[in-house]
């Protein structure tokens, strides 16, 4: 699936929310789902800096595409960094850098968090896109 349908399934996934307290609900209860990191993946080099919570991001390039996986300490936190890193995982390193998560505006997340928050957030999908950046210009 690429980035577009990926974009566009999350934003449905979202929308049946009209109400934000209802649709960070379920970004928290998405995030008790989701996976975590070992302890041993937790280590300052993963650390997303400026979000009130720690967020730890692991990029990888895996058979030409990027994997991401995240964790937080927060469960909004990492249910935000989670969506953003659906987004994204599976995705060319191309794809990946020339494509902003403006999503979570579109879907009522980003207007409700607070600025720890979106600044930590805003790391985050650089930090994303960056490693897409570096990784395209990585030729095998």
């Known amino acids: 699936m690429d980035l577009a349908s990926r974009r566009a399934a999350l934003l449905a996934e979202l929308e049946p929310f009209a109400d934000h307290h209802e649709r960070f609900q379920y970004v928290i209860d998405r995030a008790k789902g989701a996976p975590g990191l ?3 993946l937790r280590l300052d080099q993963f650390l997303i800096e400026g979000c009130t919570s720690n967020l730890w991001l692991v990029p990888s390039l895996e058979g030409g595409v990027c994997r991401f996986r995240c964790d937080a300490d927060s469960l909004i936190t990492k249910g935000v960094a989670s969506l953003v890193c659906e987004l994204y995982d599976g995705a060319t390193p191309a794809e990946v850098a020339a494509t902003d998560a403006d999503f979570l505006s579109k879907a009522g997340i980003t207007q409700h968090l ?5 600044n930590g957030l805003s790391n985050l999908v650089g930090r994303i ?10 030729k095998p």
């Open 38 to 40: 070992p302890a041993d």
């Open 114 to 118: 607070s600025p720890n928050r979106r």
């Open 129 to 138: 896109r960056a490693f897409g950046r570096a990784t395209e210009e990585v």
